[in-house]
């Protein structure tokens, strides 16, 4: 997944669909032409354009069959192409069952039908280790759950386009929706195939001739990570995130025991349980660790926002969540007690009186749901949302709020759907780098903000502070957590490709020996001799340890520009620790260490190589598909401590 200049992109896409106006003919002939001639180069940029997706199966075919003709290609071009040529073929397939399916049950069908699936999927995987009625390993059913709650935006996408009605809430299943869902989750698979590899997040490889299960395949697709630590990155990254998640301090977790109600003190030495409120507890927990992620963007929570004509607080907002959560918790443990469907549905004022609102909290009901009347609102926004609804009819889907980030879902909310008052246009960038500014005062570290010089061709500065002989340079930026990888690659090749080149620009200067003398004059610091170490600094941590952003500045010793979250530089920087993880087999979970750092080339060498503190990792588990694509299965990791494990 690499970035390419949004300009040559740009060019590319405006001569294809130049092309492509002209007529299929000339739009074939113009991409072969540059196939031919510029080889790997071209094939990397048409796959991030998009625009393969506009070919038919048939010009994909006369598109292989041209480059094979010629004497000099690369491998990599004819094993992606037949790769999409098989994964569109697939799709096609999938669309057309679909369609049949809906057709030959038209009666039978219903968003009731389709999202109850869910709970009766679970089922069968928590009961008898099934998956549609065959046995498999715990990680291939955890695996395949995961992924059908991730097809959700598929499950919408089949409900608009058929205009599925609504109907009843019921215990039993049809076969029907069975075979829906089946198609649905693997028409999401084809799809999430498509999108890695053209995002340049994977690698294909066909082998021919494979044995699998005492059969011998014609062939078998290996997928394999493009980016070669990809996988250790995501397992560092979320190790490091979900320790941080779960701290907290013993005196708060006390408070929050005591203000849920779950223990009560009766005098000095007695402290009386009640186990009734455990939901309560956990709840009040969740939503303290959610607070403490927003904080370092959002200040106090107390910030005002308009929708709808109305004022709100982030408190407020924070407060709906907590009881949809509850809620949400209730209903599971129905389904751990046997019931078998636990999907809930209630009107607009049913919903308010089930979570305790008041009727003027309906707006804030609607901020978290996802109307799929809305076309308007693409389907991919629903894994932001832990409501669907149709209308004013809220549709509660337990296990599937469940995999929803809580606090990416505020903030999406509080980016994008409503209007945050503050004295900035850039609200969000502007609290963030205010958070900043604050957290380095109480570090007792200087933090520098430059003010635009154009007689000296100076940027502004966001952030800068000297630490050894070391000058750290960074760009803020502060953006919505993705949710998924096609999320992440947008991320990418907007706001964190923007701060990249505002970074490039900043630290161009900073290598100019005179211009360099300005900005130590400016601030009061000798700056001459000192290295330079630029950054990417991010409200959350999804990027951090990506290594694929690099300047060519020869002055520079660092081969690319490291990203890192707030959290973890704040951390590291205060207790001038650096976090280590180890996989320990005994237990199949991974523990946590520290290593001290004294020196500030040391703090920039783990910032630029973060997920080498995965000290020892799990052995890969792989998987073939039915449609006999081998891939890696990305097992949920387990945090060791004191004999407690964390799974996620």
């Given at each position: 997944?690499?970035?390419?200049?949004?300009?040559?992109?740009?060019?590319?896409?405006?001569?294809?669909?130049?092309?492509?106006?002209?007529?299929?003919?000339?739009?074939?002939?113009?991409?072969?032409?540059?196939?031919?001639?510029?080889?790997?180069?071209?094939?990397?940029?048409?796959?991030?354009?998009?625009?393969?997706?506009?070919?038919?199966?048939?010009?994909?075919?006369?598109?292989?069959?041209?480059?094979?003709?010629?004497?000099?290609?690369?491998?990599?071009?004819?094993?992606?192409?037949?790769?999409?040529?098989?994964?569109?073929?697939?799709?096609?397939?999938?669309?057309?069952?679909?369609?049949?399916?809906?057709?030959?049950?038209?009666?039978?069908?219903?968003?009731?039908?389709?999202?109850?699936?869910?709970?009766?999927?679970?089922?069968?995987?928590?009961?008898?280790?099934?998956?549609?009625?065959?046995?498999?390993?715990?990680?291939?059913?955890?695996?395949?759950?995961?992924?059908?709650?991730?097809?959700?935006?598929?499950?919408?996408?089949?409900?608009?386009?058929?205009?599925?009605?609504?109907?009843?809430?019921?215990?039993?299943?049809?076969?029907?929706?069975?075979?829906?869902?089946?198609?649905?989750?693997?028409?999401?698979?084809?799809?999430?195939?498509?999108?890695?590899?053209?995002?340049?997040?994977?690698?294909?490889?066909?082998?021919?001739?494979?044995?699998?299960?005492?059969?011998?395949v014609d062939q078998v697709f290996n997928k394999s990570h493009n980016i070669h630590y990809w996988r250790k990155l995501e397992i560092y990254r979320d190790l490091?995130?979900?320790?941080?998640?779960?701290?907290?301090?013993?005196?708060?977790?006390?408070?929050?025991?005591?203000?849920?109600?779950?223990?009560?003190?009766?005098?000095?030495?007695?402290?009386?349980?009640?186990?009734?409120?455990?939901?309560?507890?956990?709840?009040?927990?969740?939503?303290?660790?959610?607070?403490?992620?927003?904080?370092?963007?959002?200040?106090?929570?107390?910030?005002?926002?308009?929708?709808?004509?109305?004022?709100?607080?982030?408190?407020?907002?924070?407060?709906?969540?907590?009881?949809?959560?509850?809620?949400?918790?209730?209903?599971?443990?129905?389904?751990?007690?046997?019931?078998?469907?636990?999907?809930?549905?209630?009107?607009?004022?049913?919903?308010?009186?089930?979570?305790?609102?008041?009727?003027?909290?309906?707006?804030?009901?609607?901020?978290?749901?996802?109307?799929?009347?809305?076309?308007?609102?693409?389907?991919?926004?629903?894994?932001?949302?832990?409501?669907?609804?149709?209308?004013?009819?809220?549709?509660?889907?337990?296990?599937?709020?469940?995999?929803?980030?809580?606090?990416?879902?505020?903030?999406?909310?509080?980016?994008?759907?409503?209007?945050?008052?503050?004295?900035?246009?850039?609200?969000?960038?502007?609290?963030?780098?205010?958070?900043?500014?604050?957290?380095?005062?109480?570090?007792?570290?200087?933090?520098?903000?430059?003010?635009?010089?154009?007689?000296?061709?100076?940027?502004?500065?966001?952030?800068?502070?000297?630490?050894?002989?070391?000058?750290?340079?960074?760009?803020?930026?502060?953006?919505?957590?993705?949710?998924?990888?096609?999320?992440?690659?947008?991320?990418?090749?907007?706001?964190?490709?923007?701060?990249?080149?505002?970074?490039?620009?900043?630290?161009?200067?900073?290598?100019?020996?005179?211009?360099?003398?300005?900005?130590?004059?400016?601030?009061?610091?000798?700056?001459?001799?000192?290295?330079?170490?630029?950054?990417?600094?991010?409200?959350?941590?999804?990027?951090?340890?990506?290594?694929?952003?690099?300047?060519?500045?020869?002055?520079?010793?660092?081969?690319?520009?490291?990203?890192?979250?707030?959290?973890?530089?704040?951390?590291?920087?205060?207790?001038?620790?650096?976090?280590?993880?180890?996989?320990?087999?005994?237990?199949?979970?991974?523990?946590?260490?520290?290593?001290?750092?004294?020196?500030?080339?040391?703090?920039?060498?783990?910032?630029?190589?973060?997920?080498?503190?995965?000290?020892?990792?799990?052995?890969?588990?792989?998987?073939?598909?039915?449609?006999?694509?081998?891939?890696?299965?990305?097992?949920?990791?387990?945090?060791?401590?004191?004999?407690?494990?964390?799974?996620?």
């Amino acid at each position: 997944m690499r970035v390419i200049d949004r300009q040559i992109l740009k060019e590319l896409e405006s001569n294809l669909k130049k092309e492509l106006k002209k007529g299929d003919s000339y739009f074939i002939d113009y991409i072969v032409a540059n196939y031919l001639k510029n080889g790997l180069k071209f094939h990397l940029l048409i796959m991030k354009s998009g625009f393969i997706n506009a070919m038919s199966l048939q010009q994909i075919l006369e598109l292989i069959s041209s480059i094979l003709s010629k004497d000099n290609y690369d491998d990599q071009i004819i094993e992606d192409l037949v790769f999409i040529h098989y994964l569109m073929e697939k799709r096609n397939l999938y669309d057309a069952e679909i369609e049949q399916i809906y057709k030959g049950n038209k009666k039978g069908l219903s968003i009731e039908k389709l999202f109850g699936y869910i709970d009766h999927l679970k089922y069968g995987i928590d009961s008898y280790d099934e998956l549609y009625g065959q046995k498999y390993p715990p990680e291939i059913l955890n695996s395949h759950f995961e992924h059908v709650l991730d097809c959700m935006n598929e499950f919408i996408d089949v409900i608009r386009a058929y205009n599925i009605p609504q109907g009843e809430i019921s215990n039993t299943y049809s076969k029907a929706s069975e075979e829906l869902c089946k198609r649905i989750s693997k028409k999401g698979a084809i799809k999430s195939n498509l999108n890695t590899l053209m995002m340049e997040l994977i690698r294909i490889k066909r082998i021919e001739n494979y044995k699998h299960e005492e059969i011998i395949v014609d062939q078998v697709f290996n997928k394999s990570h493009n980016i070669h630590y990809w996988r250790k990155l995501e397992i560092y990254r979320d190790l490091n995130y979900q320790r941080q998640y779960n701290e907290i301090a013993e005196e708060k977790e006390i408070h929050l025991y005591k203000e849920s109600g779950f223990i009560k003190e009766l005098s000095k030495e007695l402290l009386y349980m009640d186990e009734s409120k455990d939901i309560d507890v956990y709840v009040e927990i969740e939503q303290y660790k959610v607070k403490q992620i927003l904080q370092p963007l959002y200040g106090d929570l107390s910030n005002n926002f308009i929708y709808n004509k109305r004022s709100y607080n982030v408190e407020e907002l924070l407060d709906v969540y907590k009881k949809i959560l509850k809620l949400v918790l209730q209903q599971q443990l129905k389904f751990e007690d046997g019931q078998k469907n636990i999907l809930l549905k209630y009107g607009a004022k049913g919903l308010l009186r089930r979570l305790g609102l008041a009727n003027q909290e309906k707006d804030l009901l609607e901020l978290f749901s996802f109307n799929i009347d809305d076309r308007r609102v693409p389907s991919h926004v629903v894994h932001s949302k832990p409501l669907i609804r149709v209308g004013q009819i809220y549709y509660i889907i337990p296990y599937f709020i469940e995999n929803i980030s809580v606090e990416s879902c505020i903030d999406k909310i509080l980016s994008t759907e409503v209007e945050l008052i503050t004295n900035n246009n850039d609200a969000k960038g502007y609290l963030f780098e205010s958070q900043i500014k604050s957290y380095f005062e109480k570090l007792n570290i200087n933090l520098y903000q430059i003010a635009k010089d154009d007689k000296y061709g100076i940027p502004e500065i966001d952030g800068l502070f000297v630490l050894d002989e070391y000058i750290f340079i960074f760009e803020a930026k502060a953006t919505i957590k993705p949710a998924n990888i096609m999320e992440a690659y947008n991320n990418l090749k907007g706001k964190v490709y923007e701060g990249y080149k505002q970074l490039e620009l900043r630290t161009q200067v900073l290598l100019n020996i005179e211009q360099r003398d300005i900005i130590g004059k400016k601030i009061g610091i000798n700056l001459n001799e000192k290295k330079v170490a630029p950054f990417l600094l991010m409200n959350h941590y999804f990027f951090n340890g990506y290594q694929e952003l690099s300047f060519n500045f020869e002055e520079l010793d660092s081969t690319h520009i490291p990203i890192i979250d707030f959290f973890t530089l704040k951390n590291s920087l205060e207790f001038k620790r650096l976090p280590f993880w180890e996989y320990h087999q005994r237990s199949d979970s991974y523990k946590y260490s520290e290593v001290t750092y004294t020196r500030a080339d040391e703090l920039y060498s783990y910032m630029l190589n973060q997920y080498n503190g995965l000290i020892a990792e799990e052995e890969p588990f792989y998987q073939i598909t039915e449609e006999y694509i081998r891939a890696l299965i990305a097992k949920p990791v387990s945090i060791y401590n004191n004999n407690k494990f964390n799974s996620f």
